[in-house]
T-cell receptor, first 115, second 111 residues
């Protein structure tokens, strides 16, 4: 089975530009999570969805960040406008049942560099 | 609140050395505890887990025991290999809450 698929793997952009990161969860998984990884703060949960509905977005840094899940097989994380401090690796993960079993399946990440 | 504290790295060991990476958690409720591993250029993957006190999780020669009395879940391996070089994350959840991860510990094993 295919794992969690993220795109792009790498993105370099200039400050002020819009960035869209994409994620396809594992088929049959009904929970999807967006994490951000930086050296300073480690792995932070930004937002998660159950059955395509956002449950908790308290980790989203500010209004420049937004996430959508229009259907069970696709989610986007958008940053507009981007800033250098947004540079990080963004991971998408999915799980079968709200993540309460603890087994999350991660994608390979999207490495974002904002100049 | 829910938090996880793990030892800061990096940890550098010679091949076949004994490994311990410490992890403690806050004792809110009855969490399940996990170790995830991140190999270079990859996402995290579950290494092992324990769901109740005194449980021992094990996988690929790694072990961790859920110690309620010390609120700890230390990761151990008796003999590390170069291929174990990675970042290791301790994590906890409780009920329906998503996983909370520690900051990660980078392990480098040299031949």
């Amino acid at each position: 089975d295919a794992g969690v698929i993220q795109s792009p793997r790498h993105e370099v952009t200039e400050m002020g530009q819009e960035v869209t990161l994409r994620c396809k969860p594992i088929s049959g998984h009904n929970s999807l999570f967006w994490y951000r990884q930086t050296m300073m703060r480690g792995l932070e949960l930004l937002i998660y969805f159950n059955n395509n509905v956002p449950i908790d977005d308290s980790g989203m840094p500010e209004d420049r960040f937004s996430a959508k899940m229009p259907n069970a097989s696709f989610s986007t994380l958008k940053i507009q406008p981007s800033e250098p401090r947004d540079s990080a690796v963004y991971f998408c993960a999915s799980s079968r049942s709200g993540g309460d079993t603890g087994e999350l399946f991660f994608g390979e990440g999207s490495r974002l560099t904002v100049l | 609140g829910n938090s996880v504290t793990q030892m800061e790295g990096p940890v550098t060991l010679s091949e076949e050395a004994f490994l311990t990476i410490n992890c403690t958690y806050t004792a809110t409720g009855y969490p399940s505890l996990f170790w995830y591993v991140q190999y270079p250029g990859e996402g995290l993957q579950l290494l092992l887990k324990a769901t109740k006190a005194d449980d021992k999780g094990s996988n690929k020669g790694f072990e961790a025991t859920y110690r309620k009395e010390t609120t700890s879940f230390h990761l151990e391996k008796g003999s590390v290999q170069v291929s174990d070089s990675a970042v290791y994350f301790c994590a906890r959840n409780s009920g329906n809450t998503p996983l909370v991860f520690g900051k990660g510990t980078r392990l480098s094993v040299i031949a």
